[in-house]
């Protein structure tokens, strides 16, 4: 008899799931415990071992729950080159999943500042371009981000169709749909305290390589469907990677 098949949010125990950009592992840890079984999950981080144990007390406990329920755990992943990591390089997945990727914060820069936006988008940029190549047949990748002021002049769509995927669909994300997911401020100041969320500002976008259908649903409390097709002729690839930003000042 097969493995019963259990889901949280948009995830299955089926599916084959790499986490990037992990905090303090509360969301991977929130998957694990709903699969019983993370045999499916490989759960990362930016940040080696030891920094995480020290900016995020509480990673500690997620560690172990997700070493325990046989989740792969890996340190100084870098999504600018995550493709050709020793151990990911040979994987593909049917999800990549980045919360509320940030470039870092600087001392004497603010959300607001068109210098840190363009880093956001850079790190974006990178991620989805190696992210792609990483996806197995009809996979997809899920960013969770604020939509509100500065955040939307991140232009995540724009920034997806660049490297040549296609917003499938838009969900309103609820924080509370994952108990004990912590989300973190990251970035090397104050990394341990919460990255704000505003709940209605929320959403995961989901990309695919396939373009799977003419229109692409826009779903929050009351479910909407926009018609909105994402043409990109000539496509011809992302041409010129960035070069990662210095680490924060
Ligand atoms: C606002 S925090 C969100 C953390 C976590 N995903 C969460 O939801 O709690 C942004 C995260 O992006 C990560 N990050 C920034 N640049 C990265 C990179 N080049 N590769 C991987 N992760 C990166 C940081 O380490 C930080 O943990």
Known sequence: MGKKQRW?????????????????????????????????????????????????????????????????????????VMDRHPTLKSMKFDVIIFNFPHAGHYHRLIETDEELIELHRHLLKAFFK?????????????VSHRVDYPYDQWKLKEL?????????????????????????RGGGIQSNKTFPL????????????????SEISVCNSTTSIVSDVPSLPGYQGYICPPAPPSPPL
């Open 160 to 184: 997806a169709e660049k490297a040549g995927l296609f917003l499938k669909e838009k969900v309103w994300f609820d924080k509370s749909d994952y108990p004990g997911y912590h989300n973190k």
């Open 8 to 80: 949280i949010g948009h995830y299955s125990s089926s599916h084959k799931i790499l986490l990037v950009g992990e905090g303090d592992f509360s969301f991977s840890a929130c998957l694990a415990r709903a699969f019983r079984s993370a045999a499916n999950m490989v759960a990362t981080t930016l940040e080696s071992e030891d920094t995480i144990l020290t900016e995020h007390f509480s990673s500690e406990a997620h560690l172990e729950e997700l070493e325990r329920r046989g989740c792969l755990v890996l340190y100084e992943v870098n999504v600018y």
């Open 130 to 142: 190696s992210a792609r190549g990483m996806l197995s047949e009809g996979g997809e990748i899920h």
């Open 198 to 213: 505003t709940n209605k500002e929320c959403y995961t976008s989901k990309f695919s390589l396939k373009h799977a259908s």
